[in-house]
């Protein structure tokens, strides 16, 4: 009967550590990563699939799948979170719906270039920054790359 109890206590013990591990490394999978540049900036890349924190939620758009995002944070202070992601919309409907949104979020549009097969609304608003490129990938999809700063 020892021997059964001792057997016993070993499965679960084994069962404890696998769990332990596989939680570990869930974990470990889906936690933003964080490197030091050589100038010092620390690169912060999430998790594939997700959006780095600090992304500011009004530029999302559309439910997209974000084929990249990582946020870059500066000795200066200026954080610059940036997503990468493929439309489900035409190029001139991301211009136009870009367009509407920085104009209803009070943000100044300073530049503009918006002819295929790439384009980027570049806005300002106080001590924010954001750029919009779009580009044509394959087939007529558009790839949209969003990047925000603030100082």
Not at 7 to 35: D, P, Q
Not at 52 to 62: D, H, K, N, R, Y
């Amino acid at each position: 009967m020892k021997n059964m109890n001792k057997k016993g206590l070993w499965t679960v013990a084994a069962v404890i550590i696998v769990l332990l591990v596989a939680g570990g490394y869930w974990f470990w999978k889906n936690s933003e990563r964080t490197s030091t540049l050589d100038d010092g900036t620390k690169l912060v890349t999430a998790p594939e699939g997700k959006i780095v924190s600090g992304f500011p939620a009004e530029f999302l758009i559309e439910a997209a799948a974000v084929g990249e995002s990582y946020r870059l944070d500066y000795k200066s202070g200026t954080t610059q979170p940036v997503i990468v992601y493929g439309s489900a919309k035409t190029f001139e409907d991301n211009i136009a719906a870009f367009r509407k949104l920085l104009e209803d979020g009070a943000w100044a549009i300073v530049q503009e270039d918006v002819s295929e097969p790439s384009g980027f609304l570049y806005g300002v608003r106080d001590n924010e920054e954001v750029n919009v490129t779009f580009s044509m990938g394959e087939g007529r999809a558009v790839v949209v790359t969003l990047a925000y700063a603030r100082s």
